[in-house]
C-alpha cells in the first residue's frame, strides 16, 4: 500500500507535469520547437510588375540601393500552368523577387508579400501549422526546390521556400523591414503565431505611436516591431482608414543618407509618394518604383 507521503510526491510531480505542459502550450516562443529560418539575407519581397516594366524596375531599383541582379530567366514557379520572368535583385539593404508574368497569375499568387528561406519545408510547414498558419498552398517543386504559401491570422500571406543546393549570401548593410499592417482584433494573434514560428523577439510595442508614420497626423496607433533571424517586422495596427500609399508598402528599407537616396531614385525614374518626415528618431518617406512596387525608406534622423 502506498503510504500518504509517497502519494503526497506522485500528486504533486503529476500537478507540476500539467502545469508546465500548459505553459509550454501557452508560451508563444516555445525554445522547444525547432529554429527553421537561416537568416535575413535569404529573404526577400516578391514584387510583381508588368512584363514591359521589369527592366525599367531593375534599373531603377538598383540605381537607387545599388548591388546586383541575377540573369533573368522566365520560369514556371506556380504548381500550375504559368510563365514568368524572374530575376533576384540584390542590393546591400534588402533583396526582391521580381515577376513580370506572362500569363494569368494563378490563385494566390501575388497576394504573398514576402519569401523567407527555411532549412527543412516539412517542418517549416508543420510548425507553421503548429503556430496558428493556415496553408494555402501546399508544398511543391519548382526549378530549384520546393515552395508552399501560407497564411498568418489577420490575412497576412507568405511564401516559404527550401533550396535543393544551398545557397550563400552576403550579409545586409542594414536589415529591412517587413511591414505588416493587421487590425487591432488580430494583431495580438499575428503577433504571437509569427514568434512562435520564427522565435521572434518583440523589441517594442508602442500603443501610441505617432499617427503621422501612416499619414494621420493627428492621431495615434499601436506599432509593434519584432525582430527574429528572419530579420525585422514592423506591426501597424490600425482600422484601415489609411490615405494613400500607407498600406501598399511592402517594405521598409534603412539607408544612411535619405536625401541622397531619394535624389536616385527620382533621377532613375521612381516618383516620392510622402516627403521625408521626423517621427522619434526616424526620417522617413515612401517611393513609387516603375511597374508600381511602393516603399518606405528611411534613415536615422540627424
Not at 500518504?4 to 509550454?24: E, G, Q, V
Not at 500569363?103 to 516539412?122: N, Q, S, W
Not at 489577420?154 to 542594414?174: C, N, R, S, V
Amino acid at each position: 500500500m502506498i503510504g500518504n507521503h509517497y502519494l503526497i510526491r506522485i500528486l504533486l510531480l503529476a500537478s507540476f507535469l500539467t502545469t508546465a505542459s500548459s505553459a509550454i502550450a501557452r508560451n508563444p516562443v516555445n525554445p522547444l520547437t525547432p529554429q527553421v529560418g537561416v537568416g535575413a539575407q535569404y529573404d526577400s519581397t516578391h514584387v510583381y510588375v508588368a512584363p514591359d516594366d521589369v527592366d525599367k524596375f531593375v534599373a531603377s531599383f538598383l540605381a537607387t540601393f545599388g548591388g546586383q541582379s541575377t540573369k533573368q530567366v522566365v520560369a514556371t514557379v506556380t504548381p500550375t500552368p504559368s510563365s514568368t520572368r524572374l530575376q533576384l535583385l540584390q542590393t546591400p539593404v534588402g533583396t526582391v523577387s521580381l515577376f513580370g508574368f506572362k500569363t494569368p497569375i494563378p490563385y494566390p499568387f501575388e497576394a504573398e508579400r514576402t519569401g523567407y528561406l527555411v532549412t527543412d519545408m516539412d517542418e517549416a510547414i508543420r510548425l507553421a501549422k503548429a503556430c496558428g498558419a493556415d496553408v494555402l498552398v501546399s508544398s511543391f517543386t519548382d526549378p530549384i526546390g520546393r515552395d508552399a504559401v501560407i497564411q498568418w491570422p489577420g490575412g497576412i500571406d507568405m511564401q516559404l521556400y527550401w533550396h535543393t543546393t544551398k545557397p550563400f549570401y552576403a550579409a545586409f548593410e542594414t536589415v529591412p523591414e517587413n511591414r505588416v499592417y493587421v487590425s487591432p482584433e488580430r494583431a495580438d494573434a499575428f503577433t504571437r503565431s509569427f514568434r512562435c514560428f520564427s522565435h521572434g523577439k518583440v523589441v517594442s510595442d508602442d500603443p501610441r505611436a505617432p499617427g503621422v508614420e501612416i499619414g494621420r497626423p493627428n492621431d495615434t496607433y499601436r506599432r509593434i516591431r519584432i525582430e527574429s533571424v528572419f530579420g525585422k517586422m514592423t506591426v501597424l495596427v490600425t482600422d484601415g482608414q489609411l490615405p494613400y500609399p500607407y498600406g501598399r508598402e511592402l517594405t521598409g528599407y534603412e539607408v544612411a543618407d535619405l536625401k541622397d537616396t531619394l535624389s536616385k531614385a527620382t533621377t532613375s525614374g521612381a516618383t516620392v509618394l510622402v516627403e521625408p518626415f521626423t517621427s522619434q528618431r526616424r526620417e522617413s518617406a515612401m517611393v513609387q518604383f516603375p511597374g508600381g512596387y511602393v516603399a518606405e525608406i528611411h534613415a536615422s534622423a540627424k
